[in-house]
């Protein structure tokens, strides 16, 4: 009997933490492209004001690992609290969420404290000069969220972070296409 306990035991809490794994890889992972799903109620209620989108790269090449992890590595290195921008959206179109909504990002200067910072992984060709590198689902999944962002936040303006500085980033002319 007490066998039978301890073993109920051992699966009760390996369905718990089987359950939490996938509610957080579902929270951290979102397949813009084919499923778009944020919350747009917790966006609302961020306790600042959004008025604009900013796009930048990560100034990868097309053979560099990037991720959220390696980002918010390569940005705590250079003193911020954590990573910079409050999306990233990888090759494969899956749109990452870095920084809360909720506090300020670390993008672009002057720009930080209305702005929401959102960067796919890319911007250099293999040779390192500054490249349009996105794949259909990375430009997919980028249209979908400005979209919701801006069906939570009102029709704010895109800009791409050389609008703001002397940067190529994020390498392609983002007022033409939002
Ligand atoms: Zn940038």
């Known amino acids: 009997m007490e066998k039978k306990r301890a073993l109920y035991l051992v699966l009760g809490s390996a369905l718990f933490v089987g359950a939490g794994v996938l509610f957080y890889s579902y929270r951290k992972q979102i397949k813009y492209y084919s499923n778009v799903m944020i919350d747009k109620a917790k966006l609302k209620l961020v306790g600042r004001t959004i008025n604009k989108i900013i796009i930048h790269c990560s100034a990868t090449k097309p053979n560099q690992a990037c991720t959220v992890e390696l980002i918010d590595q390569w ?9 910079g921008y409050h999306y990233v959206i990888y090759k494969d179109g899956t749109v990452h969420e870095g920084r809360p909504i909720s506090e300020i990002g ?6 930080n404290s209305d702005s929401i910072g959102i960067c796919y992984v890319g911007g250099l060709d293999s040779n390192g000069n500054a490249s349009d ?22 029709n704010i303006p895109v800009y791409g972070h050389r609008e703001f500085s002397n940067k190529a980033c994020p390498c392609f002319d983002v007022k033409k296409e939002f």
């Not at 940005?75 to 990573?83: E, K, L």
């Not at 670390?106 to 720009?111: E, N, P, S």
């Not at 590198?133 to 009102?154: D, F, H, I, N």
């Open 75 to 83: 940005h705590r290195q250079r003193g911020f609290n954590s990573i």
């Open 133 to 154: 590198t996105r794949t259909a689902e990375q430009k997919q999944s980028m249209r979908t969220l400005v979209a919701e962002l801006k069906s939570v936040y009102g």
């Open 106 to 111: 670390a993008h672009c200067v002057g720009q």
